[in-house]
């Protein structure tokens, strides 16, 4: 069974920092992709940031220089880092880990698998 541990998000002013970790947990071959999407009020879910198992990266395109992902170590490539900067009042959102898995046993996927999702709020 796979589950994602995300660290908490929380309330920033504009123009501050944020950082959101990620863990895939459990019993799988490979993490294909990792990373984070977000969801506002009233809109759909959004790519935030991904992580490839090759170590490419995408992003949303209003992330593009403010945001980073990687991963924690080269040890600890089941966690990654999302560094945001230079926040502002649209980044509010629910921002929901994500990973693509495949599988230690049969069906071996690949799945998608999605965290609870953590509020960031940008506000002063």
Do not use: H
Request: contains cysteine.
């Amino acid at each position: 069974q796979v589950r994602l541990a995300e660290s908490e998000g929380g309330l920033v002013q504009p123009g501050g920092s944020l950082s959101l970790s990620c863990a895939v947990l459990g019993s799988f071959v490979t993490i294909n992709t990792m990373g984070w999407y977000r969801q506002a009020p009233g809109k759909p879910r959004e790519l935030v940031a991904v992580i490839n198992s090759d170590d490419t990266t995408s992003y949303g395109d209003s992330e593009k220089g403010r945001f980073t992902i990687s991963r924690d170590s080269a040890r600890n490539r089941n966690t990654v880092t999302l560094q945001m900067n230079s926040l502002k009042a649209e980044d509010t959102a629910v921002y929901y880990c994500y990973a693509l898995v495949t599988l230690a046993i049969i069906p071996r996927g690949p799945f998608d698998y999605w965290g609870q999702g953590t509020q960031v709020t940008v506000s002063s």
